[in-house]
Every structure is written in C-alpha cells, then in structure tokens.
C-alpha cells in the first residue's frame, strides 16, 4: 500500500487514538471512584463498556495493516460496544424508577453572540420526547425535568440539581450513548454528541431503542414512528444534503438552496420544530424534502411559521453571498483551499470588503447555517477564525477532521473547546496559535506559494 502524505492521518492512526483516549478514560473514572472510596456494583456501570472497547482494539489493533480493514474494525467496535451500551441502559430502565429527565435546551444569549448561533430550540430533543411519551416508564413521585444549556456537562447539572435514582440525559451530557453510575445515581446518556465520528444516529432513536430493548414501547407501533425517526436523524446529521437525483446529480445545489430550501420541512423544523413535528406525525408532511407551500405553511404553524419561512429565505441569500465574498477574498489573498485533505474549504475569516462605491463592510456568516449552505454550494468543509472573539469552529464530514483536531490540540493543548461527533469543533484561539500556524494545520499547502 502505497504511505500517506504525512499530513493526512490513516484509520489506523485514529484507532490507536481511541486506544489511548479510553485508557485516559478509565484511568480518570477509577480515579474519581477511588476518591469517593466507592466500589459497588454502580460504579462499574461507567467504565465497563469502556474496558470491552479497549479489550477489542488491543486484541485486534496488531492484525490490522491497511486503512480500509482498520475503518471497517472501527465500525464494528462502535457498533458492538452501542448494542451492548443500549441493552446495558435498557435494563436499568426496565427495573428503575426515573427521578430525573434532563433535557437539552437553546443557547444562551452569551454562547449564541460569541459562536455566532441563532437562538433556537431542537428538533431531536423534541423527538426524544416525544418517544418517552409513547413509553411506559415508570417516574418516581418526586419526579423532575431539568434543563441543560448547550456547552454545559454533567458538572453543570450535578451542581443544579444532585439526584440519586435514574436519571435521563436527553440530547446532552456531551456523550455517546452509554449508562454512568456512582453514588446512588444511575445516569443514561439518550445522547450522541460524543467526541469522534460514529455512524449517524440522534437522541431520538437511541431514546427509541432503549426504550424498545427494555419492552417499554406502547404497542402496536405508530406507523408514523420509524419515518418521524428517520426525519430527525436525516435532520440532525444534514444527511440529507447527500441525496441525489435518478440522474446521479445533487438535489440541494447552490439553485436549491437559494429558492427552495427554505420552503423545506428540513430547514422550518429548525425553527419550529413542535409544529412541524407534529405535523410529520399526523400525515399533512409526507415527505420532508418536498417543499411546501405557503399555504401548508400556514396550515401547520400559522402566520409566525410564514415569517419564519421569510427569515430563513433571507439567511439563504446572505449565506450564499458571505461565502462568495469570503471566496473572492482567499483567492485574492492567495489562499489554496481547493484539495485539502478536508476537500474543498470556506474559509471565513471575517476580512474587511469594499462595495461598488467604495464603502467597506465587514463579511458575515452564521455559522448555524454555514456548513448547509457551503455544501449545497459544492465544499466539503467551512472553518471560521474569527480573531475579535478569540474562537475558531470547524464544520466538516470528512474524516481527517480527526486528524486535523489531534495536531491542534498536540501544538496547542487545551485550544479545543468542545469536539462533536468528529463533525463540529469549538475552538479558542489560545496563546501562540496564529492564524498562519492554523491554516498550516488544516494543510500545509493552503499558504504555499
């Protein structure tokens, strides 16, 4: 087999950092244990599936030998260590008595000014929900819903409300799907916001799943329920924008995105997503890439859906425009961004541009819609450094993403924020990271001349 490029990261390269990133792990767990001086059957719960994970790399990392077999490995590990997560929390559930269900909430106003985010609530939270409504769980009579802002963990909510029995981490905790338990308190992480790429999943079907294992499920099921799951996984991943024609041909183009997107079910359940939920649930939405109109609009959410709809159309449009422009000026500054090892790149960094007569405006993007819209425009990756708010954020499905976030935090540990599903990186621009140090990171070649 032909050797890499040293600035692309082999599979097998990413295996042996889940090796590493699991022992840490248990070693932090027994730690935390060790401290409490608590050994008891619970506290097991949180490091066993990661033991059977590292068991199954060790024992199969040595026969590996080319990308593709490790790629395939590290699918099976994941795949076999989610069944058995989900059996784990599975039984837990069917035998317990829930004391706590702890959702995820909109950003608040500080983290939606400082990352660019638009306040808003989420679809896959609401699924979850949704799925536990059809569930016939039992809660204990002092029973609580809590809420946890985007960005806060598992310290946050242990300091706001500290509760013994089950407690359901909905759409939050910053974990994949696995069960933690540690003085009186079994936790279920109903989450997929883990670090690192995973197949596609949501809080929604992994809620379902649970759910399903532990017999829980109302019978029949809906006929509604599989198609409304697949909405929300579709949604939350942005799998859809890889759904083709009969031709071959991407349906979500730079065209679709400026005149139909909008009209979407995909891109309204963002901003309503009770509404346009329900609507999925009792049939008036078919088929969510269709786009409806206004008359279905107003049908389903009234004269506020239709205001959406506008605001939504007018994001589009700038959205389409910010990348364009910063476009035109990495070309002007030399930038090579076609071809990285993370594909073809929007790279934003908010420069200074000058309109027909001559007045300058600062270039804007929301980063909220950036990666939509930069795909439907045919790029693989948006990155924005933006040095006014000492942050950076990157939004890419390519898997050197991987690689790219190790040599970051190895040049400049503690610069990574916050890595989600190895898709979506929060970064702060520490001290010594230069702008040219990071676009060296994302590839050498972008600054060669």
Not at 137 to 157: C, L, N, P, Q, W
Not at 227 to 239: A, H, M
Not at 388 to 393: D, I, R
Request: charged share 30%.
């Amino acid at each position: 087999m032909e050797k890499q490029n040293f600035n692309e990261k082999p599979q097998i390269g990413i295996l042996e950092e889940q090796k590493n990133l699991l022992e840490k792990t248990i070693n932090e767990f027994q730690e935390k244990f060790n401290k409490t001086g608590n050994s008891d059957e619970e506290n097991e719960l949180a490091i066993d599936s990661y033991r059977t994970q590292l068991k199954n790399i060790k024992d199969k990392l040595n026969e590996v030998s080319t990308e593709k077999a490790a790629d395939q490995l590290i699918d099976s590990i994941l795949e076999k260590s989610e069944e058995k997560n989900i059996s784990q929390m599975a039984k837990i559930l069917k035998n317990n008595e829930v004391s706590q269900i702890l959702l995820h909430s909109p950003e608040n106003k500080e983290q939606a000014e400082k990352w660019g985010l638009s306040l808003r609530r989420d679809a896959d939270t609401a699924g979850a929900v949704r799925i536990l409504s059809l569930s016939n769980i039992k809660y204990r009579e002092d029973a609580v819903t809590s809420f946890v802002h985007k960005g806060g963990g598992t310290k946050d909510v242990e300091k706001e409300a500290e509760r013994t029995g089950v407690r359901l981490m909905i759409d939050a905790g910053g974990s994949w799907a696995m069960a933690e338990g540690y003085n009186g308190t079994k936790t279920l992480y109903l989450d997929h916001h883990g670090d690192g790429q995973h197949k596609p999943t949501s809080a929604t079907e992994i809620t379902y799943k649970v759910n399903k294992k532990a017999g829980l499920l109302e019978e029949p099921e809906p006929e509604w329920l599989q198609g409304y799951i697949k909405f929300i996984n579709e949604l939350d991943n942005l799998t859809y924008l890889n759904k083709t024609n009969e031709k071959g041909e991407k349906i979500y183009n730079k065209d679709y995105f400026e005149k139909e997107w909008a009209k979407t079910p995909y891109a309204l359940t963002e901003v309503m997503p009770t509404e346009l939920l329900k609507a999925y649930e009792i049939g008036k939405i078919k088929d969510p890439s269709v786009p409806l109109t206004k008359e279905q609009m107003k049908e389903i959410g009234g004269e506020k859906l239709l205001e959406k709809f506008k605001e939504i159309s007018i994001d589009a449009k700038k959205t389409i425009a910010g990348i364009e422009n910063a476009d035109r000026n990495n070309k002007k500054q030399g930038l090579k961004l076609n071809n990285t090892r993370l594909g073809k790149i929007v790279y934003h960094n908010f420069p200074k541009m000058k309109i027909g007569d001559g007045r300058e405006f600062v270039n804007q993007i929301k980063n909220n819609i950036a990666f939509t819209g930069a795909s439907m425009m045919g790029y693989d990756t948006y990155v924005c450094w933006n040095k006014k708010n000492e942050n950076f954020f990157i939004s890419s499905k390519n898997p050197n993403l991987e690689a790219v976030i190790d040599e970051l935090n190895k040049k400049n540990p503690g610069c990574i924020v916050k890595d989600v599903r190895g898709e979506m990186v929060f970064g702060k621009i520490s001290e010594g990271l230069t702008e040219e140090e990071f676009l060296n990171i994302l590839d050498t070649k972008i600054l060669k001349k």
